[in-house]
């Protein structure tokens, strides 16, 4: 085996461990040993798993390039989520919001001559609630995305680099080892 073959072998290796790596991140709900923020509000779990396989989890893809491999979403939220940081609410913003609070809470009536909107006697649900104080924020104000690292460097990624380039030599020095004895 040439070298350029070990070393695609290397990254491809390198490429597979550490998405699986990367998704058991997911179920730790960590970075590894450094756990995520908790969320505000319960009910549905981790924010990295509220949209499931369909969501940032599944959207991770490893790219091997000439000689690294590089991990990355397509997701347009998944930077802010990684590093965390502020987003700066806009008047689309404001509209989604209302939008997700008629949604979720339930009875709207509407009176006829106006479009002046009544509250049923219902009681809202948490989650309507929080679109509710999310549609009321000012446009520019922040919002603060705490940080939930899922993808990067950490000790536990150079320990993996190391295991799979380890093995990999040994079983090529191995296997040479063999065709010269023959």
Known sequence: MTPDEIKKQILTDMKVQMLSEYDKNFERKAFFSQSWKNRRREGKGSLMNVHGGGGLRGSLKGLIQASSVSFRSGKPYAQILNEGGDIVVTARMKRFFWAKYYELSGKITYKKDSKDIRKSSIKISDEAEFYR??????VGS?????????????????????????STLTQRLEAALKQGIK
């Open 133 to 138: 104080n999310m549609a009321l924020m000012k």
């Open 142 to 166: 922040k919002i603060h995305i705490p940080k939930r690292q899922y993808i990067g460097h950490a000790p536990e990624v150079d320990k993996v680099i190391k295991k799979i380039f380890d």
